[in-house]
């Protein structure tokens, strides 16, 4: 079940190592697998709540970085490296913001951090499996209609 992530336009993505990309990508899998095989509406709707909660890469480097920087502002005279750990926050998120990636997000990919679309695709997923899309089949076994709900995400 390759090629049902195409999503070579995302500069995280591209700037990720394949074997994070793919780690993520089995997560995802192993979770729309387990619901196509549950066939249980609630727990599809539970597991969707939790899916909006979820922080995904540009909001925590966000906050991450501007918590940073504030704690630098905020202890400016304790010395100067405060000054230059802020001064780096605010370089890794402005890197971040204009190129697409960076270290930082580098490093939060290799914990399982996930970006927003791959949180949507996850969830639009789900929602095909819970019937909310016309377009996946209602026949065939749990693995088809996981890479029906997953094709139809992409979509």
């Given at each position: 079940m390759e090629s049902w992530n195409?999503?070579?336009t995302d500069a995280v993505r591209?700037?990720?190592p394949e074997g994070t990309n793919r780690r993520i990508d089995e997560r995802v899998e192993r979770c729309v697998r387990h619901m196509a095989e549950q066939h249980d509406r609630a727990a599809i709707t539970r597991y969707l709540e939790k899916l909006e909660r979820e922080w995904d890469l540009n909001r925590l480097l966000s906050v991450g970085a501007s918590a940073v920087m504030l704690v630098g502002l905020?202890?400016?005279k304790e010395g100067r490296g405060?000054?230059?750990?802020?001064?780096v926050a605010a370089g890794l998120l402005l890197q971040h913001g204009l190129l697409g990636y960076g270290p930082l997000a580098e490093g939060l990919r290799a914990l399982g951090?996930?970006?927003r679309r791959e949180i949507d695709l996850e969830k639009f997923a789900l929602k095909a499996l819970r019937g909310d899309f016309e377009?996946?089949?209602h026949e065939g076994g749990p693995l088809a209609?996981?890479?029906a709900a997953l094709v139809a995400a992409q979509s």
């Open positions: 195409r999503m070579s591209r700037h990720t905020l202890v400016w405060w000054r230059l750990l802020s001064g951090v996930r970006t377009r996946i089949p209609k996981a890479n």
